[in-house]
């Protein structure tokens, strides 16, 4: 099993930036990818970006060029930097963790409010 712990959300004006943490424990050797997803208000959860366990990322369209996913290995955290932040990003920011077994955990969901 494994427990993420976000942190990082705000409310910020357009064009600014935020850095979110996610903070995985437990069965943590066990994670072969790390992501971010968010979901706004009456829409899907869908993917943002993703880390795997060889380093490799994936985003989506959308924020390509402004989120940087990372990870920092000695503090067993994964970062998602995100700048130039538009209205469009308001979202419940979500970190989930894909194991190799198969099952997928999820934190609580931080806020992210970018006011135009």
């Known amino acids: 099993q494994v427990h993420l712990v976000e942190s990082g959300g705000g409310l910020v004006q357009a064009g600014g930036s935020l850095r979110l943490s996610c903070a995985p424990s437990?069965?943590?050797?066990?994670?072969?990818?790390i992501g971010w997803y968010r979901q706004a208000p009456g829409k899907q959860r869908d993917m943002v970006a993703t880390i795997s366990r060889g380093g490799s990322t994936n985003y989506v369209d959308s924020v390509k060029g402004r989120f940087t996913i990372s990870r920092d290995n000695a503090k067993n955290t994964v970062y998602l930097q995100m700048n130039s932040l538009e209205p469009e990003d308001t979202a419940v920011y979500y970190c989930?963790?894909?194991?190799?077994?198969?099952?997928?955990?999820w934190g609580q969901g931080t806020q992210v409010t970018v006011s135009s």
């Open positions: 437990g069965s943590t050797l066990s994670i072969v990818e």
């Open positions: 989930s963790a894909h194991l190799s077994w198969g099952n997928r955990y």
